[in-house]
């Protein structure tokens, strides 16, 4: 399958923890990468090679990955984290690239 | 400032084409890898097409492919997307995005916006 699949919503408290997922056959060959997008603006990387956070990323993101299923967890949920997060990784079917569906994010 | 910038999007009917581009500054282009990404409203992000460092090799989604095309001219530190016979479903902000390590996609532009209607 060329496909990754998440969760379409998924809900926190304020300062909770949370954890999104995202499950492929892709994943047990390549790593994933997150993004995270706020209404109206472009993505923004958050996580690569499954667990590697990019300079300026607050360290209340974190990833992991086990067998097909990779994924991102919130440490401490803050009201700007509310947005839709999309994993992404190699393929090695059809596409050559591909995206999950994403999983919107709502803090309570 | 690592920047990218798209232009070239807007309305366009049914059949027609669009030569969309992503200008890029503050970092070495021809060093990197780049892809185009698009999203149709309402909707998720969908890979379109990828590019290597020296146009040597490219890939395209399944839904473009055959009238996509994807180039770059690395001394303008420009990135293009030909797209032919336009649909109502290739509707979408389009974006441009650097190639990083373990396949990120670790810059993103703003976005150009491609609306087929007739």
């Known amino acids: 399958s060329s496909e990754l699949t998440q969760d379409p919503a998924v809900s926190v408290a304020l300062g909770q923890t949370v954890t999104m997922t995202c499950q492929g056959d892709?994943?047990?060959?390549?790593?994933a990468s997150w993004y995270q997008q706020r209404p109206g603006q472009a993505p923004l990387l958050v996580i690569y090679?499954?667990?590697n956070r990019p300079s300026g990323i607050p360290d209340r993101f974190s990833g992991s990955s086990s067998g097909d299923t990779a994924s991102l967890t919130i440490t401490g949920a803050q009201a700007e984290d509310e947005a839709a997060y999309y994993c992404?990784?190699?393929?090695?079917?059809?596409?050559?690239?591909?995206f999950g569906g994403g999983t919107k994010l709502t803090v309570l | 400032e690592v920047h990218l910038a798209e232009s070239g999007g807007g309305l366009v009917q049914p059949g027609g084409s669009l030569r969309l581009s992503c200008t890029a500054s503050?970092?070495?282009?021809?060093?990197?890898?780049m892809n185009w990404v698009r999203q149709a409203p309402g909707e998720g992000l969908e890979w379109v097409a990828y590019?290597?460092?020296?146009?040597?090799?490219?890939h395209y989604g399944d839904s473009v492919k055959g009238r996509v095309t994807i180039s770059r001219d690395n001394a303008k530190s420009s990135l293009f997307l030909e797209i032919n016979s336009l649909r109502a479903e290739d509707t979408a902000v389009y974006y441009c995005?650097?190639?990083?390590?373990?396949?990120?996609?670790?810059?993103w532009g703003l976005g150009t916006r491609v609306t087929v209607s007739s």
């Open positions: 995005a650097r190639g990083g390590e373990h396949w990120a996609f670790d810059v």
């Open positions: 503050g970092f070495t282009f021809g060093h990197y890898e």
């Open positions: 590019i290597d460092s020296d146009a040597f090799s490219t």
């Open positions: 892709s994943l047990t060959s390549f790593y």
């Open positions: 090679g499954n667990t």
């Open positions: 992404n990784s190699r393929d090695s079917s059809v596409n050559y690239l591909v």
